[in-house]
T-cell receptor, first 110, second 115 residues
Framework: RKEVEQDPGPFNVPEGATVAFNCTYSNSASQSFFWYRQDCRKEPKLLMSVYSSGNEDGRFTAQLNRASQYISLLIRDSKLSDSATYLCVGASYNFNKFYFGSGTKLNVKP | NAGVTQTPKFQVLKTGQSMTLQCAQDMNHNSMYWYRQDPGMGLRLIYYSASEGTTDKGEVPNGYNVSRLNKREFSLRLESAAPSQTSVYFC??????????????FGPGTRLTVL
């Protein structure tokens, strides 16, 4: 079993829609969590860290559920520019290792 | 600031050949990482260096060696390339790598094909 698992999608949604991704993690990848965005054939870039109490950044909301060992990313009012692959990341307890999920592909259509 | 730079951007090798992928960062970061990304597998950590002078194995270190030449540079060497090492290789750096707010900054990647 991989340390971090995601639904690969693709999620095909119209502009303006709300879409949510979930990601499950194992004990070895459970110190801290992040969402990264990766555009086609480009490097990953940090979208947001995930705080225990949940956090919001504009149209993006991240939640953490330690009891069920999953994190989520909610995107409201989807834009065409949100089309990308979203990577869920868990860090080990000593922060020496970061475990990446295989990514969830989002296509936002006009 | 250039951020994280990697060379080369593309490379084709024959089985058994060797090569070194170069990575440099100009953000004065302590930690540096090498990942490979394969379709459907996500990014997997090959090696990391928590600070200058130290290196440690990640999830998939077999077939690779690394050198943390100084604080700026972290190279990845394939001594005898195999087709299974065909992948996209990303170098990354972070200031400390020990806090929830630490961001990993990635280089543009090296696309390697081993025939």
């Amino acid at each position: 079993r991989k340390e971090v698992e995601q639904d690969p999608g693709p999620f095909n949604v119209p502009e303006g829609a709300t879409v949510a991704f979930n990601c499950t993690y194992s004990n070895s990848a459970s110190q801290s969590f992040f969402w990264y965005r990766q555009d086609c054939r480009k490097e990953p870039k940090l979208l947001m860290s995930v705080y225990s109490s949940g956090n919001e950044d504009g149209r993006f909301t991240a939640q953490l559920n330690r009891a069920s060992q999953y994190i989520s990313l909610l995107i409201r009012d989807s834009k065409l520019s949100d089309s990308a692959t979203y990577l869920c990341v868990g860090a080990s307890y000593n922060f020496n290792k970061f475990y990446f999920g295989s990514g969830t592909k989002l296509n936002v259509k006009p | 600031n250039a951020g994280v730079t990697q060379t080369p951007k593309f490379q084709v090798l024959k089985t058994g050949q060797s090569m070194t992928l170069q990575c440099a960062q100009d953000m004065n970061h302590n930690s540096m990482y090498w990942y490979r990304q394969d379709p459907g597998m996500g990014l997997r950590l090959i090696y990391y260096s928590a600070s200058e002078g130290t290196t440690d194995k990640g999830e998939v270190p077999n077939g690779y060696n690394v050198s943390r030449l100084n604080k700026r540079e972290f190279s990845l060497r394939l001594e005898s390339a195999a087709p299974s090492q065909t992948s996209v290789y990303f170098c990354a750096s972070s200031e400390v790598g020990r806090a929830i707010t630490d961001t990993q900054y990635f280089g543009p990647g090296t696309r390697l094909t081993v025939l």
